[in-house]
């Protein structure tokens, strides 16, 4: 029988029951149908066209902070407090310290409120809870706190390509603020997509392009016919009833927690060991995959999400994408891996730690992923893990990979052994984020004797380690001489002006591979 417990509504217990499944979990999953729907409403009814940003702004926090009290109850009430208290410290405290209060502010709240979960509800649960939302509204608070600093306090010559790009230049209003937060389209699962790319998918600027005139100015802008996002959003959804049926189907097989199964571990040879911790895992992400593609299909059912055109002319919804599932899963490297897992996270952290820290900025961000992640030990032995893991990484490929591109057969000899390199200790230092506590972490590690922990500290003794920072820092001053260039460019290759987040993340795409190994 399902559990009965929940914070939210218990209108759906007959369905949780039927289903076998917790009561929170089918709650999530009906409000989120309910958003797609309420979506497609949105687009149709309440078009930018048809009713005013006002009007839609209204709509869109009513509906969300309604979907939020469904899934939630009075629980819901943090997302308001959090967003609410931010938003007064930022107009209290002023342009030159509040995006460092904002993000302590926000940061801490958020691990209130995870402490008080662990306590208040059974250790170990992982399911729908009150603070997995908080997480998203945390990352919107704390980016658009740091965008106001740098669009109202700081000089643009002080800024980079992608802080420019993304600053913003006035106050917004607390509806506006509150729309961002807790829109219906991001409230349950995000994705994090910036203030600015909201604002102008809000206001019905999505499709329009700038014209530059023979004299070089900039003239009223054209609006291109919008595309549809019905082909993008019904291979979306596609893509998540495949994920739900293959999670439903081998969650239960090939359970992670039989990884430290007594029988398993005495009786298991090393082969059949490292099989069975590659399919646990493998069928513990479609979950992920269900959760936030379906998420980005709701957006996009709304028309948020157009990124522009391709090289054939073909519209892209791809802007606020959390996820590259054919990249992931045959993924011949770590960094190829984390590059395309979570990916709005990884932008995150890199634009509000990883490149505003003077000190350690690698650690710092590690430390700042497992802190927003929550509290379980298990996150932090995952992190830690990752750090160890991603510098013999890029040791081993900085010192090896030259010898076997000399040839198609090296380099398909190179990429099959790194693949499964890869995914193996991908699911290696994943286990104990799935697990959460110490003990059974332990337990997997020891069972494995610490072979890749070990191995790990062996390579990077062994082999030379390349100095990247003089090389970072060249590369970012390449980038301040040229900004004013990419400025004027603007979007006279034909992307419509919705898509500041892909152009930021091409021009920076250096610099995020080598944290990205800190997302979930």
Not at 330 to 345: A, E, P
Request: positive net charge; contains cysteine; proline residues 3%.
């Amino acid at each position: 029988m399902a559990t009965t417990s929940t914070t939210g509504s218990t209108l759906l217990q007959p369905l949780s029951n039927a289903l076998q499944l917790p009561i929170d979990q089918v709650n999530f999953v009906v409000c989120q149908l309910f958003a797609l729907l309420a979506a497609i409403w949105f687009r149709t009814y309440l078009h930018s066209s048809k009713t005013s940003s006002f009007v839609r702004h209204v709509v869109a926090t009513l509906l969300g902070l309604y979907l939020a009290f469904f899934c939630f109850g009075w629980y819901a009430l943090h997302f308001l407090v959090q967003s609410g208290i931010s938003y007064c410290i930022m107009i209290i405290i002023g342009m030159e310290n509040m995006h460092t209060c904002c993000f302590v502010f926000a940061l801490g709240y958020l691990t209130m409120c995870q402490i008080s979960r662990v306590y208040i509800f059974d250790y170990g649960q992982y399911s729908a809870d009150f603070s997995g939302p908080m997480m998203v509204i945390t990352q919107k608070i704390t980016s658009l706190a740091y965008e106001i600093h740098d669009g109202m306090f700081r000089k643009d010559e002080e800024l980079t390509p992608s802080q420019r790009a993304l600053a913003v230049r006035r106050m917004p209003s607390l509806l506006e603020y509150l729309s961002y937060n807790c829109n219906f389209m991001g409230i349950l699962a995000g994705p994090l997509c910036s203030y600015k790319d909201y604002i102008t998918f809000i206001e019905g600027r999505s499709y329009q392009v700038s014209k530059t005139s023979e004299d070089g100015k900039k003239e009223a802008q054209d609006e291109r016919t919008e595309p549809s996002p019905n082909v993008a959003v019904i291979e979306k959804l596609k893509i998540c009833g495949l994920a739900l049926l293959f999670h439903l189907a081998l969650s239960k097989i090939f359970s992670v927690e039989y990884n430290i199964d007594e029988h398993f571990q005495a009786t298991a040879s090393w082969p059949s060991k490292v099989i069975y911790l590659y399919l646990s895992l493998l069928s513990a992400r479609p979950k992920y995959y269900f959760a936030w593609t379906l998420a980005d299909a709701i957006n996009n059912a709304a028309g948020f999400g157009f990124s522009g055109y391709d090289k054939n002319g073909a519209p892209r919804w791809d802007l606020i994408s959390n996820l590259r599932i054919p990249q992931i899963e045959m993924s011949t490297s770590f960094k190829m891996f984390l590059d395309n897992w979570n990916i709005q996270t990884a932008l995150w952290l890199k634009r509000v730690c990883y490149e505003r820290a003077s000190i350690s900025p690698t650690i710092q961000t590690f430390f700042l992923s497992a802190l927003w992640h929550g509290v379980y030990p298990g996150y932090y032995l995952t992190f830690l893990s990752g750090v160890l893991m991603t510098l013999a990484a890029r040791a081993i490929r900085n010192n090896i990979r030259h010898y076997f591109i000399k040839s198609p057969q090296l380099k398909f000899f190179y990429d099959v052994v790194t693949w499964m390199a890869t995914q193996i200790a991908i699911s290696y230092i994943v286990v104990p984020f799935v697990l959460l506590s110490i003990k059974p972490s332990f337990m997997f590690y020891s069972s494995w004797y610490f072979c890749l922990h070990i191995a790990a500290i062996l390579v990077l003794l062994l082999l030379p380690v390349k100095k990247t920072l003089k090389r970072k820092n060249t590369h970012e001053n390449i980038q301040l001489s040229q900004s004013k260039k990419d400025d004027e460019q603007g979007n006279s290759l034909g992307h419509n002006s919705f898509s500041t987040t892909n152009n930021v993340c091409s021009q920076n795409q250096e610099i995020t591979s080598r944290h990205s190994s800190l997302k979930q």
